[in-house]
């Protein structure tokens, strides 16, 4: 971890992120994230005596046997899951125009959906990516886990510059063995990711959350203005008073995010689209009242 920040004010940062999250967890999705996704399936839970109507292909025979009468076996569902965030720490996701980064916001959304998840007592992982793995946390229960998390998406300084999906996706599903819920947050500012997904969404129940800058949506009308590409460094003058150059603008933007939606769509997955001069929350209650309705 990087130690560019004093370490009182790290935490200082992590306390404040905190109490935010956790108390908009607890207020408003507290039971939509338990709502919203399956257990990895039915579980053993114990062996009683048979009731009229019970479905005879449940009968313990063992027991029956022994008892001279029929048993038979309950099941429960299996709450406890692994909640797995892919989060973007490339050079794009350190941009913003109105009063924070889009890696701020993206650590703001990593918080709500750890909390939401280990208040379900499910586990917590992370996978932080550019063109390379940048770090790893395997995933674990608790509060404390859930704040050297958020400690390390407000601190960590990625080494590399650009952006490769495919790498964190074949990684993931390399070692993470077990079905997890995967969140892939970025500006999905690449390409070439579409195998690796399809593999990845076999595998996990996985949704992607596409956030973005408006400004990277809608060139506002200033003139001749530097463009700067801060993953490849390349610098192009634009004139954005040219209606024609801020709709090709918008249509380029329109494009790649219609492109990358089709994909999560032809794997059976979702993705939702954020600014980050909006509220993530209606965005993410519509998701799991969504969620919820398909179960």
């Given amino acids: 971890m990087s130690t560019n920040i004093d370490t009182s004010e790290i ?16 207020h408003i999705f507290a039971g939509e994230y338990h709502s919203a996704f399956k257990g990895r399936g039915m579980s053993f839970s114990e062996v009683r005596e048979y009731q009229y109507g019970d479905d005879i292909r449940n009968i313990d025979w063992n027991v029956t046997a022994r008892a001279k009468k ?4 309950t099941f429960e569902e299996e709450r406890e899951l692994t909640l797995m965030l892919l989060v973007d720490v490339s050079k794009s996701a350190f941009f913003g125009t109105k009063g924070q980064f889009k890696s701020e916001y993206i650590t703001e959304l990593c918080a709500v959906l750890a909390f939401s998840a280990i208040k379900n007592n499910d586990k917590v ?19 404390y886990h859930i704040l050297r998390i958020i400690r390390e998406l ?8 650009g952006t490769n999906l495919a790498e964190a996706l074949k990684f993931f599903s390399n ?10 947050l ?7 990711f579409k195998e690796p997904l399809s593999v990845a969404c076999k595998k996990h129940d ?26 490849t460094g390349k610098v192009r003058w634009v004139d954005t008073s040219d209606k024609k150059v801020r709709d090709t603008f918008f249509e380029v933007f329109e494009s790649n995010r219609s492109k990358v939606k089709s994909q999560f769509v032809k794997n059976g997955s979702d993705l939702m689209s954020m600014s980050i001069e909006d509220s993530y929350i209606k965005t993410l209650r519509q998701f799991f009242k969504r969620r919820e309705l398909k179960r």
């Fill in 11 to 26: 935490l200082k940062k992590v306390r404040t992120i905190e109490l935010k999250t956790r108390g908009i967890t607890n």
């Fill in 70 to 73: 029929p048993f038979i076996k």
């Fill in 125 to 143: 992982g992370l996978i932080l990516f550019t063109d390379q793995i940048e770090l790893f946390i395997p995933p674990k229960k608790g509060k």
């Fill in 154 to 161: 407000i601190n960590f300084r990625p080494t590399s510059k």
């Fill in 175 to 184: 070692v993470v063995k077990k079905r997890s819920i995967a969140f892939i």
């Fill in 186 to 192: 970025s500006d999905f500012m690449c390409d070439n």
């Fill in 206 to 231: 996985l949704t992607g959350i596409h956030i973005y800058d408006n400004v990277e949506q809608h060139l506002p009308d200033i003139g001749m203005a530097r463009l700067f590409d801060a993953e």
